[in-house]
């Protein structure tokens, strides 16, 4: 082996290296600016008027399922109107609604996978037709 040989090799597979990571960081900054977007959107709805949504559909809801699943398609009837695209829509729905349908399905002593509660929000996006 000669030793020019394989310097050439470890400098090509230093700029093929560097050449990917660079690469990857340029790819990784449209899903760091889609999440981010996400979080402000969670953020700005569990803060602000979201808690007040959770706590008016637990106080009408009264330990009853039917009655929180019923407002939560209510809910989901208002924010599908919303502009929302269907993403935004279940994240919203879902850090709204999900977490509380599931709380409440425990205290009312039904067995509710909390995969079950999202797939609610998901799938009531969706207008029937």
Known sequence: ???????TGLI???????????????NMITIGVAVAAAGIIVGSVTM???????DAVDHFANNSII???LLSA???????????????TYIVMA???????TQLAG???IVLPVLSAHL?????????R
Request: glycine share 12%; aromatic share 6%.
């Open 107 to 109: 205290d009312s002593g």
């Open 48 to 54: 602000g008027s979201g808690q007040l949504i959770v």
């Open 1 to 7: 082996m000669k030793v020019g040989s394989i310097r």
């Open 74 to 88: 209510v809910a989901l009837a208002h924010s599908r109107y919303g502009g929302y695209q269907t993403t935004a």
């Open 12 to 26: 090509k597979s230093a700029h093929e290296l560097i050449a990917s990571m660079i690469s990857g960081a340029r």
């Open 120 to 128: 609610f929000c998901l799938l009531l996006r969706y207008p029937c």
């Open 67 to 69: 009655i929180i699943l």
């Open 95 to 101: 850090s709204l609604t999900a977490g509380i349908i």
